[in-house]
């Protein structure tokens, strides 16, 4: 114990260094040294546990297990609770090397929980060998890529086990995707490597920033998410749901189209209220579907399907803007939405005149952050900020003249 108290008593001399009198070679000097050293007191945890649950201590102080044990006095998680005593006792029994070298801060706690996954289920001959390699490089390349060596090697020295971890992982796979109370969609989900590979190159495909883009890559991913799902959708093949293409479904009442006020909000059939500069986005080129009602609830009529931008339409609009119109974006017409100027609740005319392509990113900005798109009579396109001050708006931005403009 007085080991662990001199080791206390350096920790609490340790954090009480005022670190303004440090410079950024000597933080970086004891960063290095600190994270070795957190691998040695990993090492000895991983020691202390062995003899511990090798002892029996966890059944002697009334746990059903080790890892129950951890789980209660040192309140681990139970995942991890189960892999320290499994990381224990490898390190103790057959990867003594692994748990030297973490004992000598050589690797970090995480290369040594890797090596003992590799190694488990392998034929006791071959895990020296596999051992010593996965060592080896352990001691040059951080988790993420020990763990793609370790998938190499597993392919190279035990293929049939290697086939049933990849099968194991497509079993594994799952998406999760929930509305949320807030009107958001929660998703989370597990892919097989070669699906998660198409879905990592579509992503990347479709997140590339634009010119003067202010969003986050975790955003830009979010909005190629959508933009490839909007795509899929337009396709011209979806597969039917309820008897018809699939579709995105808005319930609106006329006032709130209109912008009055007191007028209930539109709600989508997912997530629930839309806030109006939502509304007005999804609604510059969609179907409309006219619903008469008496009161809330007893239908009087529907009327037919009609399209805001008739396809014709559409098809001149991307002949002359050829992608969206905001200044310094390439993005193609595939990739955009037929933006009307002046909205069409709001009078505005569905007209080549009135009509521009703006991509999803650009069409959020115009609708939801007060962006301006307008043509001159250069046929030039002008994107203007909006003012916070309320002061006149000022031109940000200009597209070059060119086929575009056209």
């Known amino acids: 114990m ?8 350096a920790l609490t001399a340790l954090a009480a260094v005022p670190l303004d009198r440090l410079d950024d070679a000597a933080l970086g000097g004891e960063l290095v040294e600190l994270f070795a050293l957190a691998g040695q007191l990993d090492g000895a945890i991983s020691a202390r546990l062995a ?101 190499r090697l597993r392919h190279a020295i035990a293929p049939q086990l290697a086939a049933g971890d990849a099968e194991a992982a497509f079993d594994r796979r799952a998406l999760y995707a929930a509305s949320t109370f807030g009107g958001t969609v929660d998703v989370a989900g597990t892919l097989p490597g070669d699906g998660g590979a198409t879905v990592l190159t579509a992503l990347h495909a479709y997140s ?13 991913r979010a909005d190629a998410l959508v933009e490839i799902c909007s795509r899929a959708l337009q396709s011209a093949t979806p597969p039917e749901s309820g008897g018809e293409r699939p579709h995105l479904s808005v319930v609106v009442d006329l006032a709130e189209l209109l912008g009055r006020p007191g007028a209930a909000p539109a709600e989508l059939g997912w997530t629930g209220p839309l806030t109006t500069p939502a509304l007005l986005r999804l609604a510059c080129d969609a179907s409309i579907v006219r619903v008469l009602t008496a009161g809330e609830s007893e239908i009087l009529d529907v009327g037919r399907r009609t399209r805001v931008v008739p396809a014709a339409l559409r098809r001149a609009v991307a002949l002359r803007d050829r992608g969206c119109v905001f200044p310094g974006c390439d993005r193609p017409p595939q990739w955009c939405d037929a933006h009307h100027l002046l ?64």
């Not at 007085?2 to 008593?9: H, S």
Request: glycine fraction near 10%; include cysteine.
């Open 2 to 9: 007085r080991e662990v108290e001199g080791l206390r008593a």
């Open 51 to 151: 003899a511990f649950d090798g002892h029996g201590g966890a059944s002697a102080d009334g746990a059903v297990s080790t890892a129950s044990w951890l789980r209660s006095a040192c309140l681990l998680g139970p995942g991890e609770a189960r892999q320290r005593v499994l990381v224990a006792r490898a390190l103790d029994r057959t990867l003594t090397a692994t748990g030297a070298a973490l004992d000598a801060g050589d690797i970090a706690y995480r290369h040594a929980a890797l090596i003992t996954r590799a190694v488990e289920d392998l034929p006791g001959e071959v895990i020296p060998g596999m051992e010593a390699a996965l060592l080896r490089a352990a001691r040059l390349c951080d988790p993420a890529r020990l763990g793609r060596e370790v998938t």
């Open 208 to 220: 590339a920033p634009t010119p003067g883009d202010t969003r986050s890559p975790a955003q830009r």
């Open 343 to 406: 909205h069409w609740a709001h009078g505005g005319p569905t007209t080549l005149a009135n009509l521009a392509l703006l991509c999803g990113h650009h069409h959020h900005l115009v609708h939801d952050s007060g962006w301006q798109i307008s043509r001159d009579h250069h046929r030039r396109w002008h994107a203007t900020k909006p003012d916070p001050t309320h002061q006149p708006a000022q031109p940000a931005a200009t597209s070059r003249a060119g086929p575009r403009a056209a």
